[in-house]
């Protein structure tokens, strides 16, 4: 089986800290995040499956407790950005995908 191919979607410093920013992926929206305090780039889908969605890329990312998350714009459910769990309603979650620097190029694996 090969490994999944990286795809690059944007230059790292063209993401503002603490931000986030939407992608398209083989077809997928996906949502990359760049955090100041962990100094960590986190990719997760960018569909909010409460609010019915593609809109968690402009959602405000901080922490609850050791957890890094994103809140969505929608109704303010957080999303574990390791995990893509919803904190509030765990029945729900997103997809997270491997996302890494290269060369000074964010890549997601696809």
Known sequence: MSEKPWISVCEFDDL??????????N?????????????????????????E??????GIIGSIG???????PLYKEHYNLRTGECLEKPEYNVAV??????????????
């Not at 050791?66 to 969505?72: G, I, L, P, R, Y």
């Open 27 to 51: 077809n997928q929206q996906v949502a990359i995040f760049r955090s100041r305090r962990l100094n960590e780039i986190f990719a997760v889908s960018n569909y909010d499956p409460i609010g």
């Open 53 to 58: 969605a593609n809109v968690l890329s402009r």
């Open 16 to 25: 503002i800290p603490d931000t986030g920013v939407c992608a398209l992926v």
């Open 97 to 110: 995908y491997p996302v890494r620097i290269d060369d000074g190029l964010v890549q997601v694996q696809a």
């Open 66 to 72: 050791d957890e890094v998350v994103v809140a969505s």
